[in-house]
Structure formats: C-alpha cells, structure tokens
C-alpha cells in the first residue's frame, strides 16, 4: 500500500512537470494569447493521462496542482474568485476524464501452474483491452474533461468579463465564442495525442507493474 501511494505521488508530480514543460514549450512555438487570457497548449495532455491510467480523484488533484503551476507561470488575474474558477477549479475539472480510466484486470495465464509454493497472484496476468477501445476511451475522456473546463472558462466568463460583452450579443453566447476560440483547438490537439500516445503508454505502464 505504501509503495502504492509513493508511486502515485511521484506520478503526480511527474505530470505537473511535464505540464509545466509542454506548457512552455508550446508558448515559445506558437506564442498566441487571448486578450484576457487564454492559449493554445497541450497543458491538459499529462492531466488527461493521469486521469485515464488512475482514476478520477487523481486526475483531479493532478489537475488543481497544475491550475496553481499555470498561475504562477502565466496568470491573468483580476480577483480571487475568478482565479480560482479559472486555474484550480477549471485545470481540476480536467481530471473527469478518469470517469473513462480502463481499470486493469487480472485473468489467468495460458501457461499451466507448477509448483505449490507460488503466490496466489503467481498465475495471473494483466489483461489488455483491445486498442480500439482504449483510443475510443482516451477520446471520450478528453472531450469530457475538456469540455469540462471550458464550462468553467464559460462561467467566469459570464461572472467576471460580462462587461466586455457587445451590447447586442447575449453575455453566454460571447463567453461561449471567446472560450472556444482556444480550448476547441486545445481539445483536438489533446485528443490526437492521447489517441495515439496512451494505448502505448498504458500497455508499457501495465507490463512494468506485472514484471
């Protein structure tokens, strides 16, 4: 259990990293930015994958760590509230693509059992889902915890920037548009990375446990 939770941890914290890294390294490349906040980034991607490989709770804290880490590195900050919603809040909201975590299963080996002094787990072996299920899952889970945060960009939106709405257009339509602008292109991106990146990284992931 213990070594279980080390593990975890040291997970977490290699995803906030690599967050940390794709973020700024993304905004060297194509360094866009929206008026009041907003990029094109692959920041998501480690929350994602965290959030696939070990549930929901996971993702989540993964995702409030790496909302603290993009404020400090590239915050747009009018109150605290708005801070809040906008980097914890809505980077953790990214973790509810865990609710499409594939949990690991263990089934019988084909190799025939010999000894009797073997463990009961001696004879067992992860099982792998098939790879169009995993890519599909990886997909769902993107799209979820994208959208999620979104709603969340959408909401402060509406709370702390309705002012700069256009008279005539509804305050929701205007937060809608402006978010979209770069978290649709985000989603995608997240989403084609996932899809070929985790069936790979879950198999490996799952093959070093069992050795």
């Known amino acids: 259990m213990r070594d279980q939770r080390v593990r975890a941890i040291a997970e977490i914290g290699l995803a906030v990293?690599?967050?940390?890294?794709?973020?700024?390294?993304?905004?060297?490349?194509?360094?866009?930015?929206?008026?009041?906040?907003?990029?094109?980034?692959?920041?998501?991607?480690?929350i994602v994958f965290i959030s696939l490989m070990r549930g929901t709770a996971t993702g989540i804290v993964t995702?409030?760590?790496v909302g603290f880490s993009d404020l400090m590195f590239d915050p747009f900050v009018i109150s605290i509230p708005q801070m809040l919603l906008d980097y914890p809040i809505a980077y953790g909201l990214v973790g509810l693509a865990g609710l499409f975590a594939l949990t690991p299963k263990l089934a019988p080996k084909l190799a025939p059992k010999v000894g009797n002094n073997q463990s009961a787990n001696a004879n067992l072996e992860y099982t792998q889902p098939s790879v169009q299920k995993m890519i599909a899952f990886a997909i769902a889970g993107?799209?979820?915890?994208?959208?999620?945060?979104?709603?969340?960009?959408?909401?402060?939106?509406?709370i702390f920037f309705a002012q700069y709405a256009p008279e005539a257009q509804n305050v929701w339509v205007y937060?809608?548009?402006?978010?979209?602008?770069?978290?649709?292109?985000?989603?995608?991106?997240?989403?084609?990375?996932?899809?070929?990146?985790?069936?790979?990284?879950?198999?490996?992931?799952?093959?070093?446990?069992q050795a």
């Open 175 to 209: 937060s809608l548009i402006y978010n979209a602008t770069f978290m649709g292109p985000n989603i995608v991106m997240v989403a084609i990375c996932t899809a070929v990146a985790f069936p790979l990284v879950r198999s490996v992931v799952y093959a070093n446990q």
């Open 142 to 158: 993107t799209v979820v915890g994208g959208l999620a945060r979104l709603a969340a960009h959408v909401a402060s939106g509406v």
């Open 63 to 65: 995702g409030i760590l």
């Open 17 to 46: 990293a690599l967050a940390i890294a794709l973020n700024a390294i993304f905004s060297l490349v194509l360094p866009f930015r929206m008026p009041f906040g907003g990029s094109l980034s692959l920041i998501m991607l480690p």
